[in-house]
């Protein structure tokens, strides 16, 4: 589902910075020899993840979701210095495609690759993150935040992807859908929760930013 004319998103994208090189790679190859590469962030989105990350200069970030690298790699252009990214995914045969693209980037020894189930693998990690980015499956949304909420310091940023779900979270007819429901509750339960604050963007399928207070 397109939120905005196309001709408007083909304007937002061509006055938007360009990929690097190695991005623009992944970008392609994803498309050509992944399934599903609708679930790579993409061009713009990865802009926005990457200038949110510099806004941010996180020192540690989690993301849960690595799919093929893509969104690692934008985020980690904002990390601290001496700052590390932990990315969790459950694909063990994307492993090695990701691992391929982090090994060419300049931050590769800042990156830790991480395979399995984030909902195992999150309480062993030790300490806090500046900033988490939610991208896994939806229903476990509402899981891993709680999960995570305690581990983000005052002043660090959650960011939840595909928050929108193809529009269906404000269509009737998806009231059976397990992952609409698990999306439409953790909406719900975030813009609740007095311990945040939040907005949410229409950027391709929603992002929703969420600043622990």
Same mark, same amino acid.
């Given at each position: ?31 050509v020899?992944? $399934? ?11 802009? !926005? ?5 510099k ?8 993301? $849960? ?12 252009e904002?990390?601290?210095? /001496?700052?590390?990214l932990i990315?969790?995914?459950? =694909? ?10 982090? /090994?060419?980037?300049?931050?590769? =020894?800042?990156?830790k ?11 062993t ?16 949304? $509402?899981?891993?935040?709680? $999960? ?14 595909? !928050? ?18 698990a ?6 339960? !975030?813009?609740?929760?007095?311990? !945040?604050? =939040? ?9 929703l930013m969420?600043?622990?207070?």
């Amino acid at each position: 589902m397109e939120f905005i004319d196309e001709k408007l998103d083909d304007y937002v994208c061509a006055h938007t910075s360009e990929e690097s090189d190695l991005l623009y790679k992944l970008n392609r190859e994803t498309h050509v020899e992944i $399934l599903q590469p609708r679930m790579l962030s993409g061009h713009f989105q990865g802009r !926005v993840l990457s200038m949110f990350s510099k806004m941010m200069r996180p020192k540690r970030i989690l993301e $849960l979701g690595t799919y093929t690298g893509y969104s690692a790699l934008c985020l980690v252009e904002g990390l601290h210095v /001496e700052g590390e990214l932990i990315t969790i995914d459950c =694909n063990e045969e994307l492993e090695e495609f990701a691992k391929s693209y982090f /090994e060419l980037h300049e931050r590769k =020894n800042s990156i830790k690759q991480l395979v399995g189930d984030a909902g195992d693998i999150i309480p062993t990690i030790q300490g806090e993150f500046d900033l988490v980015f939610m991208d896994a499956d939806k229903e476990n949304y $509402l899981n891993y935040y709680r $999960l995570l909420i305690d581990r983000i310091p005052s002043g660090g940023y959650l960011l939840a992807d595909n !928050v929108l779900w193809s529009g269906k979270v404000v269509d009737e007819k998806s009231n059976n859908d397990k992952d609409t429901n698990a999306i439409k509750e953790f909406n719900l339960f !975030v813009q609740n929760d007095d311990r !945040v604050e =939040n907005v949410m963007f229409p950027i391709r399928d929603g992002l929703l930013m969420i600043r622990k207070k």
